[in-house]
């Protein structure tokens, strides 16, 4: 039986703005959703027994998410990932974008979409929309631009669809940078956990995480992930992508067409029974194994995080997409409609 969805006070910024937690439900599964940055706190799923099993890394207090980098659970926006030397040229003019990651910009900025209280415009037993207003120059992009997230939870999993609107021309990538732990959020690194990720090639980058601007095949190379494999088999690999990354920090481009809902990757621990498949309308997945939390990190319930004890699989436009030409377009043009659906399905 599905029970009511529910809103209660999390917490208050130090503004003064008050952020909400919703509790979606569905059978066995469950999730937490907060206000700022529209995050996924918590997604309870069942394992092999039918016992509850949280599979994302979060925080008990809104002064943690405020405080503490890696963005778990948010929403990114309005770019997700990187852009190189914080700017990019549209229709001809130059767009300074703040400088947040060395001399780059990453994840939307100083106060991204990650950081931002969103609305929430309709709340229902196992679904929510929320939405955000981006005025014209925030954080440097142009257009002033509206977007929402709506969190549809069912037996089957947890759907995610983005949707934005500009008044003038700019760019848009939207994401959910989740941490996953199919084993259970407190249960230590995911190294015998197995990964798959339906891609032939991959986009390598620099030492600062810029791609290079090329798309090159993962065949021949511990990039390969295209049948299921250990986490641990390649994380510490001497390949020179991953050696300088300190593990996998990579956008790989998913097989098959672009705006089709189409399998991106699949993980399964064997200690729980979970699996989770991936399927998305974007082009790209960006495969990140928790390489920079550091040991000791607190989490839920008091539980020590740290590095790879978590994977992220966050479906994307490439990173520096405005930048580089062989690229798909992350351009938003004014008037059109961003519209991606981004789909966590999972078995047992």
């Avoid at 991606?340 to 999972?346: I, K």
Wanted: glycine fraction near 10%.
């Amino acid at each position: 039986m599905t029970r009511q969805s529910c809103a209660e006070y999390f917490g208050t910024c130090p503004n003064g703005e008050k952020v909400s937690q919703i509790t979606l439900t569905s059978g066995s599964f469950s999730c937490q959703i907060l206000t700022l940055g529209a995050t996924i706190r918590s997604l309870l799923v069942p394992d092999r027994n039918g016992m509850p099993v949280d599979v994302v890394l979060g925080y008990d207090t809104l002064e943690e998410y405020l405080s503490r980098d890696g963005y778990l659970g948010a929403t990114i926006g309005r770019f997700a990932n990187r852009i190189a030397g914080a700017q990019f040229k549209l229709n001809g003019t130059t767009y300074p974008l703040a400088a947040n990651d060395n001399a780059n910009h990453l994840h939307g900025g100083l106060k991204g979409f990650s950081h931002r209280i969103w609305t929430v415009e309709q709340l229902e037993e196992s679904s929510v929309v929320l939405s955000l207003h981006s005025a014209d120059g925030e954080e440097g992009y142009p257009g002033n631009l509206t977007a929402s997230v709506c969190y549809s939870l069912s037996e089957a999993g947890l759907t995610v669809r983005y949707r934005a609107t500009s008044d003038a021309d700019t760019i848009c990538s939207l994401t959910n940078h989740s941490y996953f732990n199919l084993s259970g959020h407190d249960a230590g690194t995911v190294l015998e956990q197995e990964i798959m990720i339906h891609a032939q090639n991959y986009t390598p980058s620099d030492a600062q995480s810029i791609p290079l601007g090329c798309i090159v095949p993962v065949e021949g190379t511990p990039m390969d992930l295209r049948t299921p494999v250990l986490i641990g088999a390649g994380v510490d690999s001497p390949f020179p992508q991953i050696k300088q990354a300190k593990g996998y920090d990579h956008n790989y481009v998913i097989d098959g067409q672009a705006g089709a809902l189409r399998p991106a990757a699949q993980a399964f621990s064997k200690a729980t029974g979970i699996s989770m498949q991936v399927s998305t309308t974007l082009p790209g997945v960006h495969f990140y194994t928790a390489n920079f939390i550091e040991p000791g990190r607190k989490g839920k319930g008091g539980c020590a995080y740290g590095p790879r004890h978590a994977f992220c699989l966050e479906t994307q436009h490439f990173p520096d997409a405005p930048n580089q030409p062989a690229f798909p377009s992350a351009l938003l043009k004014a008037g059109q409609e961003y519209d991606h659906t981004t789909v966590f399905a999972f078995g047992k």
